[in-house]
């Protein structure tokens, strides 16, 4: 007699059709658990989470909005802009006037012949030196909204790259839960065979090492999303123990014309900003280079010498630049040195921009023909290996081994694939960061 087991489990030698129904039940639910798969459901687990979320996650250009509301660096970089804007008048603006008083005695103690007067002066720059002033703080200024502007293009870039990080992760998760699923149903069927005595122990073997692999890997997944769902709560100024449902789908990495990006780099943001300081390193030049000019100073005032009629004071004076060849002309060529430094970054960074797109067009390019090959070639025909090995299996023409081989290459393939459009949207991301000329992501069917 064979051991007695669990009633579902149940099966006699007599009874062939038993074992046959068995296959068939585990077939049903192995393409039950497929389509499961293949669904998005309404009421989702997220990795790392011990309850479950309810309803679906908000889409990435929803999450990018929200974080272009809240994050701390736009704000720390639009109060930047403000304090320079502050700075253009002040810039420009006259010294303050001087008064004075003063006093003349010809005799001791004073007499008719002593003098007391009160002066108001008003020191004034060489011509051109408040323009240059000004226009030099004006360049603070177009640094400072290039500044704000690259900010929010981080920003953007940033919580795309997380989010997608985090749907990979997710479509992980969904992979291994559908193996772990279809491992459960394999494993009882080995059991039930094993007591049987039809010789399923190295398989039963097998399964119960292949779900301790996977009970490894979603551990690994656990621990991965809890930390890059932390970093997406900051930027979305979340709490960091928020949970976020698995992510249904990413925007898709297209863009018109990726060509055109690279002959329309000089608007690309990085660039400009080094333009901008090239700007204004010249414009500190000039500024400085005026300062060797002397400077004015007129003045008028009112006096008495003890007469009835008051006296009319003027005052005309001009500094005298002595120094100028130990200081100012110093600070000139320094504000040369200056100038030619950040010519030479404004070449330097051109040239880093044109490399790094290169490179990111690309990667682009090169997921963008994986995920073709994933969805048209390879995914649709390993899942047709799959249904041939289970039909044969369940017909018992194949082996079980067979089953799990093909099915772990279907489950492989749909990682690759989220992985692929994971990378092509990060890609995606970084050359919109790096050029403005890349066109908004449209969503994949």
């Known amino acids: 007699m064979h051991p007695t087991v669990p009633r579902r489990h149940t099966v006699t030698p007599n009874a062939p059709l038993a074992t046959t129904g068995l296959r068939r039940t585990l077939l049903a639910r192995v393409l039950l658990v497929l389509g499961v798969a293949l669904a998005v459901p309404k009421v989702v687990r997220a990795a790392g989470q011990d309850s479950l979320v309810i309803g679906p996650a908000p889409s990435i250009e929803t999450l990018v909005e929200r974080a272009l509301l809240v994050a701390p660096e736009l704000d720390i970089a639009q109060q930047a802009l403000e304090a320079a804007r502050e700075r253009v008048r002040p810039a420009a603006a006259l010294a303050d006037p001087q008064l004075e008083l003063s006093g003349q005695a010809m005799d001791v103690p004073p007499g008719k012949a002593s003098t007391v007067a009160v002066i108001l002066s008003q020191p004034l720059p060489f011509p051109g030196k408040r323009a240059a002033r000004r226009e030099l703080a004006r360049t603070w200024v177009t640094q400072q909204e290039i500044r704000l502007e690259l900010a929010r293009a981080k920003v953007v870039r940033d919580v795309r790259i997380q989010a997608a990080r985090l749907y990979s992760l997710d479509q992980q998760a969904q992979v291994l839960e559908v193996s772990g699923q279809l491992l459960q149903a394999a494993v009882r069927v080995a059991e039930t065979r094993a007591s049987t005595g039809a010789g399923e122990q190295e398989t039963l073997l097998q399964l119960t090492i292949q779900e301790a692999r996977i009970r ?101 004076g001009i500094t005298l630049p002595l120094w100028s060849a130990g200081k100012q002309q110093a600070l000139t060529r320094a504000a040369a040195h200056e100038e030619s430094g950040a010519e030479a970054q404004l070449v330097a ?24 090959e994933y969805r048209e070639v390879i995914l649709p025909r390993s899942r047709l290996a799959l249904d041939a090995a289970l039909s044969a299996w369940a017909a018992g023409r194949g082996d079980f081994t067979r089953v799990i081989e093909d099915l772990n290459l279907v489950l492989d393939t749909g990682v690759q694939a989220a992985e692929a459009e994971a990378q092509a949207l990060s890609s995606w991301a970084r050359i919109e960061y790096m050029g403005p000329r890349a066109t908004g992501p449209t969503t994949l069917e």
């Open 349 to 372: 960074e051109r040239s880093r921009q044109e490399a790094a797109l290169q490179q990111e067009l690309a990667e682009w390019r090169r997921w963008r023909i994986w995920i073709t």
């Open 216 to 316: 490894q890997q979603q551990a690994r997944i656990q621990a991965e999303r809890t930390g890059e769902l932390a970093a997406l709560n900051r930027l979305l100024g979340w709490p960091v123990e928020r949970r976020l449902a698995p992510l249904e789908s990413l925007p898709a990495a297209v863009m018109q014309d990726p060509d055109s990006l690279l002959t329309g780099l000089e608007l690309a943001p990085e660039l400009r900003l080094r333009g901008a300081e090239l700007e204004s390193a010249h414009r500190n030049w000039q500024a400085t280079r005026l300062e060797q000019k002397p400077d004015f100073m007129v003045g008028a005032g009112v006096g008495t010498n003890g007469m009835p009629e008051p006296m009319l004071m003027l005052k005309l």
